[in-house]
Structure formats: structure tokens, C-alpha cells
């Protein structure tokens, strides 16, 4: 009985601590996502065709989703349309192609080049302080920086075509804009890959390696057997953080490629909405929200057996 009186006591202690926090949460995080869902389901305020006179929205029921999903728009009649070419609903799906394009090309091309420059910034040798300081510059500057950076770069008069000597339209053409953002995340984002890898890195016992050199096993397979297997738990977590980071990618195409719509992001379609209608924006703040829960889930679920081990329990198994 006095046990359980002790744990009944133990239990409420831990409420008391974790009440400010869940309150806290409840604040910050619950209501604005609540609002957005209730927001979500009304009509923007406008002008009534029939009368002329400004009236709030009232409820929309599914519209707004069905205006983005569907790319339903309604014409000066009323009747529900499809969206013309132009109108930020018909932009919907291809936004979403273009984010997870970026999402997919950018995360694969950081994870395999940071993971390389970790490797070689985990050697022991002169002048690795000084590299790895070097390689921490592109992530210390501003998005906006780089963008700008980037921007003039490619310039039709710019380094990149005169380098290269072309006479291409980096940033207003469709695929060398998309090209031009994909180089300029890469090199942005790639040495804050390189870092948690190389935490990763850092934890692996030299022993094994010296171990695996006296049973005579060559750089390649200690690469392959021992430094990507103890390593899978850091570099998924690294993957799982970049991807979440790249699906919600806004400032540097928009400022690099300005409006071209070919380099336009569910983000970028989200503020441009704002300025149109608070409630639809809210739908399609929705829609992103559950886009980027459900990638969360399956990479999660699909990778998330072997991100949770420990690296004790991977040189076990191994």
C-alpha cells in the first residue's frame, strides 16, 4: 500500500512538471494549427457580384480544398470552373511536384556529398581545424545572402556562363531555374550535413577499425562493413532533418528566381495566397501540413527501425 501511495505521489510530482510545458504547447503550437483548420473551412471576404458591397465570407465547407485539390475556381457567374492558366489553384499540383523534386534531388545529393567531406574531415591530419571551419562557411550565411550570391552568378553575363561558355537563362528559363536553386541548396545545405554525419562519425571506436586492419580487411570493405552500418543511425536522422527542412524550402527560390513559376514551392505558394485570401491560404496551410506529416511518417516508419538502435546495438550485430 505504501508503494503505491509512493507512486500515486511520484506520478502527480511529474504532472506538476510537465503541466507548464503541455500548456505551453498547447498555446503555441495547438491553437494556431486549430485556427488554420477552422479557417481553413471558410470563405474569404470579398465583393458580392450581385450587390457590389463588401461581405464577409461565412462558411465554405470543402471549397477551398476542392479549389486547390481539384483546381476548381469560380467564374464571374458562379458557376465552379476549372482554374485558368495563371491563377495560383491551377499552380497546385505542379508546386507540389517542384517541392519534392527539390525535396528528393537536393537531400540525395547532400546526404552523399556530406557524408564524403565527414569522412575527410574525421582524418587526423594538419590543417583540419582550419578545413573544417572553411566548409562551416556556406551554412553560416544567410539564405538571403546566398540567394543574392547566386543570383548574380548566374546572370546571363554572369561567372557561371562565362565558365562555362554558355548563353543560358539561369534563372528564367523552367528546368535551369530549377537547376540553378538545386545547386545553390546544395551548396548551402550540404556542410550541415556533413556536420551531424561527422558527430555521427566521431562516436565509432577506433578499435573496430584496428581490428578489421589486423584481419586484414582492405578501406572499402572497413568503409562498407563497419563505417556505413555503424553510421546508418546519425546519417537517417540527418536525412529525416534535411528532408523535413527541404519540403518547406522558400526563401532561396524566391529570391533567386524571383516569380518564375517553374521554381515555385508549396511554401511560396502559400504566401503568394495570403496576399489573395487568408482562408484558402489556411486550406492549402493544411494541405502542406499533412503533405509533410505523411513523408515524416514513412520515412519514419520505413527507416526509423534502424535510426532509433544505438550504435552499441549495430556493432553487435555486426
Given at each position: 500500500?505504501?508503494?503505491?501511495?509512493?507512486?500515486f505521489?511520484?506520478?502527480r510530482r511529474?504532472?506538476l512538471?510537465?503541466?507548464?510545458?503541455l500548456?505551453?504547447l498547447?498555446?503555441?503550437?495547438?491553437?494556431p494549427?486549430?485556427?488554420?483548420?477552422?479557417?481553413?473551412?471558410?470563405?474569404?471576404a470579398g465583393?458580392?457580384?450581385?450587390?457590389g458591397?463588401f461581405v464577409e465570407?461565412?462558411?465554405?465547407?470543402?471549397?477551398?480544398?476542392?479549389?486547390?485539390?481539384l483546381?476548381?475556381?469560380?467564374?464571374s457567374?458562379?458557376?465552379?470552373?476549372?482554374?485558368?492558366?495563371g491563377?495560383l489553384?491551377?499552380q497546385?499540383?505542379?508546386a507540389?511536384?517542384?517541392?519534392l523534386?527539390?525535396t528528393m534531388?537536393t537531400?540525395t545529393?547532400e546526404?552523399t556529398?556530406?557524408l564524403?567531406m565527414a569522412?575527410?574531415?574525421?582524418?587526423?591530419?594538419k590543417?583540419?581545424?582550419?578545413?573544417?571551419?572553411?566548409?562551416?562557411?556556406?551554412?553560416?550565411?544567410?539564405?538571403?545572402?546566398?540567394a543574392r550570391l547566386?543570383?548574380?552568378?548566374f546572370q546571363y553575363?554572369?561567372?557561371?556562363?562565362r565558365v562555362?561558355?554558355t548563353?543560358?537563362l539561369?534563372t528564367?528559363?523552367a528546368?535551369p531555374?530549377r537547376?540553378?536553386?538545386?545547386i545553390?541548396?546544395?551548396w548551402?545545405t550540404?556542410?550541415?550535413?556533413?556536420?551531424?554525419?561527422l558527430?555521427?562519425?566521431q562516436v565509432?571506436p577506433e578499435d573496430?577499425?584496428?581490428?578489421a586492419?589486423?584481419d586484414g580487411?582492405s578501406a572499402?570493405q572497413?568503409f562498407?562493413q563497419?563505417?556505413?552500418?555503424l553510421l546508418k543511425?546519425?546519417?537517417?536522422v540527418?536525412v529525416l532533418?534535411?528532408t523535413?527542412?527541404?519540403?518547406r524550402m522558400?526563401?532561396?527560390?524566391a529570391i533567386?528566381t524571383?516569380?518564375?513559376p517553374?521554381?515555385r514551392?508549396?511554401?511560396m505558394?502559400v504566401v503568394?495566397q495570403?496576399?489573395q485570401?487568408?482562408?484558402?491560404?489556411?486550406?492549402l496551410?493544411v494541405i502542406?501540413?499533412f503533405l509533410i506529416?505523411t513523408v515524416?511518417?514513412?520515412?519514419v516508419?520505413v527507416?526509423g527501425?534502424n535510426?532509433?538502435?544505438t550504435?552499441?546495438?549495430?556493432?553487435?550485430?555486426?
Open positions: 500500500m505504501g508503494r503505491l501511495r509512493a507512486g505521489a511520484e506520478s511529474a504532472w512538471f510537465v503541466t507548464p510545458v500548456l505551453a498547447a498555446v503555441v503550437v495547438g491553437y494549427v486549430v485556427r488554420a483548420v477552422w479557417m481553413s473551412f471558410q470563405k474569404d465583393i458580392d457580384k450581385a450587390t458591397m465570407g461565412g462558411g465554405a465547407g470543402i471549397d477551398n480544398y476542392k479549389h486547390w485539390l483546381q476548381q475556381c469560380t467564374d457567374l458562379g458557376a465552379t470552373v476549372d482554374c485558368p492558366t491563377n489553384g491551377s497546385f499540383w505542379m507540389i511536384g517542384v517541392t523534386l527539390f534531388v537531400v545529393l546526404a556529398i556530406g564524403g569522412v575527410i574531415m574525421g582524418k587526423t591530419f590543417g583540419r581545424a582550419l578545413l573544417r571551419a572553411a566548409v562551416l562557411i556556406p551554412w553560416a550565411i544567410p539564405t538571403a545572402v546566398t547566386w543570383e548574380f552568378m553575363d554572369g561567372v557561371v556562363n562555362l561558355g548563353h543560358i539561369w528564367a528559363d528546368w531555374a537547376f540553378a536553386v538545386i545553390a541548396d546544395v548551402k550540404t556542410p550541415f550535413m556533413a556536420l551531424l554525419i558527430a555521427g562519425l565509432i573496430v577499425y584496428e581490428a586492419r589486423v580487411a572499402r572497413r562498407t563497419i563505417t556505413l552500418p543511425p546519425a546519417l537517417l540527418a532533418f534535411r523535413m527542412d527541404a519540403l522558400y526563401d532561396l527560390p533567386l524571383q516569380s518564375n517553374s521554381t514551392t508549396i511554401s505558394l503568394d495570403v496576399r485570401g487568408a482562408n484558402s491560404a489556411s486550406a496551410s502542406t501540413f506529416f515524416a511518417f514513412l520515412l516508419k527507416l527501425a535510426a532509433v538502435r550504435q552499441e546495438e549495430q556493432r553487435e550485430a555486426h
